[in-house]
C-alpha cells in the first residue's frame, strides 16, 4: 500500500522567502506523485506530476519538486513566496502499476501555507 | 479548456435523506474518482469507474452507491444520510487509457446533513 507523510501541517514564511514543504512517500511499487494545491472552497489544482522521467519536475507558478528515490522524498519548493501562494497544499502518491492500476490517489495530511507581508 | 463539472455545488439534506451527486467529467477522459474530503481532513478515496465499469473501490460505505453513464458522466447516490456525511465531495477525471494519471478536479459538492 502507498502512503505519503506531510511534515509539518503549517507553515509560515515571509513574502519573498523559500517555501519548502515536506513530503515523505512509502510505496512498494515505483510511485507516480503529485502536488496539489486548494485554495479556500476550492477544487484542487494539479501543480506538478513525477512520472519517473526527469527527477526535478518544474509546476505552474513557480513551484519545482525533486524526487529522489535514496529519501523516498519529494518536497516542493518555490524560491519566492507570494501573497498568492497561501493555500492549503497535498501531497499524493498513486500506484505505477500498470494495468493493474487505475490510478486512485492517496494524500497527505496537508500543509496549510501562510505567507506574510 | 473544459473542466470537469459538479452539480450541485451546495446541497442541504436532513438526517436519513437521500442525495445525489453528478459529475461531468473532461471530455475524452475515460475514469471518473470520487473523494470524500471532510473538514480539515485530506481527501479519501471513495470508488472510481474505468470506461463506465466500477475499477477500484475505496472507503464508501455501503449507503452509498455511483454509477458511470453511456454519456460518461457519473453520479454518487447517498441514502440514510448521517451527520457524518457532511463534507466536500470531490470528482475528478483523468485518461488512463493514454497512460496520463494526472487527475483533474471538479469544484466540489459542499454536503451539509442536519
Known amino acids: 500500500a502507498q502512503s505519503v507523510t506531510q511534515l509539518g501541517s503549517h507553515v509560515s514564511v515571509s513574502e519573498g522567502a523559500l517555501v519548502l514543504l515536506r513530503c515523505n512517500y512509502s510505496?512498494?511499487?515505483?510511485?507516480?506523485l503529485f502536488w496539489y494545491v486548494q485554495y479556500p472552497n476550492q477544487g484542487l489544482q494539479l501543480l506538478l506530476k513525477y512520472t519517473s522521467a526527469a527527477t526535478l519536475v518544474k509546476g505552474i507558478n513557480g513551484f519545482e519538486a525533486e524526487f529522489k528515490k535514496s529519501e523516498t522524498s519529494f518536497h516542493l519548493t518555490k524560491p519566492s513566496a507570494h501573497m498568492s501562494d497561501a493555500a492549503e497544499y497535498f501531497c499524493a502518491v498513486t500506484k505505477n502499476a500498470g494495468g493493474t492500476s487505475y490510478g486512485k490517489l492517496t494524500f497527505g495530511q496537508g500543509t496549510i501555507l501562510t505567507v506574510h507581508p | 479548456a473544459a473542466g470537469v463539472i459538479q452539480s450541485p455545488r451546495h446541497l442541504i439534506k436532513e438526517k436519513r435523506e437521500t442525495a445525489t451527486l453528478k459529475c461531468y467529467p473532461i471530455p475524452r477522459h475515460d475514469t471518473v474518482y470520487w473523494y470524500q474530503q471532510g473538514p480539515g481532513q485530506d481527501p479519501q478515496f471513495l470508488i472510481s469507474f474505468y470506461e463506465k465499469m466500477q475499477s477500484d473501490k475505496g472507503s464508501i460505505p455501503d449507503r452509498f452507491s455511483a454509477q458511470q453513464f453511456s454519456d460518461y458522466h457519473s453520479e454518487l447516490n447517498m441514502s440514510s444520510l448521517e451527520l457524518g456525511d457532511s463534507a466536500l465531495y470531490f470528482c475528478?477525471?483523468?485518461?488512463?487509457?493514454?497512460?496520463?494519471?494526472?487527475?483533474?478536479f471538479g469544484p466540489g459538492t459542499r454536503l451539509t446533513v442536519t
Open positions: 475528478a477525471s483523468s485518461q488512463l487509457l493514454a497512460g496520463s494519471y494526472e487527475q483533474y
Open positions: 510505496s512498494s511499487v515505483p510511485p507516480y
